[in-house]
């Protein structure tokens, strides 16, 4: 009997709508999975771990600065202080007969207060005393009156003439303290010479 019909298979082929075997699914495909939907996320992280990974390298070579270098030390208080003559001044109430007064005004330029701690002069007759006492703080930028009271207590241990005469003062700041002799010039030598003149004319040397 002869015929069309369907034709069958043979043995060990199969029909081509047939899908093959997949197999196992390779690990891959289950990353990209995974990976699919946080890859904003991880892009972010990657991006931001990066940025301060770097900036951490950058912060670490980084030039290093100097340290800024010290403040100057403050002046020493002979270089900022001037001691300036002003006049004869009346000798203290109840003052001896050898007794007299002169002013000088002491003025502070620049740097920290300065302190007197002790006013002098040289010769071995006369003795000091002022008014204000040391000791005593004058502040930078601003002077202050000094009155100075002189007793003779030995004629024969001052000069007649005094040609050249200096006050001794002692200063103090956060620097030093300095012993300075100011020469207050030829004003102060001629009102000192006529002092001590009026307070021994009388009496021997």
């Known amino acids: 009997?002869?015929?069309?019909?369907?034709?069958?298979?043979?043995?060990?082929?199969?029909?081509?709508?047939?899908?093959?075997?997949?197999?196992?699914?390779?690990?891959?495909?289950?990353?990209?999975?995974?990976?699919?939907?946080?890859?904003?996320?991880?892009?972010?992280?990657?991006?931001?771990?990066?940025?301060?990974?770097?900036?951490?390298?950058?912060?670490?070579?980084r030039p290093q600065k100097p340290p800024p270098p010290p403040p100057p030390p403050p002046p020493y208080p002979s270089q900022v202080v001037d001691i300036s003559y002003l006049d004869a001044e009346p000798a203290p109430p109840n003052a001896s007969p050898r007794s007299f007064g002169l002013s000088v005004v002491?003025?502070?330029?620049?740097?920290?207060?300065?302190?007197?701690?002790?006013?002098?002069?040289?010769?071995a007759g006369l003795s000091v005393t002022s008014s204000p006492r040391p000791p005593f703080r004058t502040k930078a930028g601003s002077a202050r009156k000094i009155d100075i009271a002189m007793h003779v207590t030995e004629c024969g241990k001052v000069p007649e003439n005094a040609g050249l005469p200096f006050l001794d003062v002692t200063l103090r700041n956060t620097r030093a303290i300095e012993p300075h002799s100011y020469i207050l010039g030829s004003r102060y030598a001629h009102d000192l010479s006529a002092a001590l003149h009026v307070a021994c004319g009388n009496r021997s040397r």
Do not use: N
């Open 106 to 123: 002491l003025s502070v330029q620049s740097g920290p207060p300065v302190t007197v701690t002790r006013i002098a002069q040289p010769y």
């Open 1 to 61: 009997m002869s015929g069309v019909g369907p034709v069958e298979p043979g043995e060990g082929t199969r029909a081509g709508d047939d899908d093959p075997d997949p197999g196992p699914t390779h690990p891959r495909g289950r990353l990209a999975r995974l990976y699919g939907p946080h890859r904003r996320m991880f892009l972010t992280t990657t991006t931001v771990a990066a940025l301060l990974a770097g900036g951490g390298y950058l912060y670490a070579t």
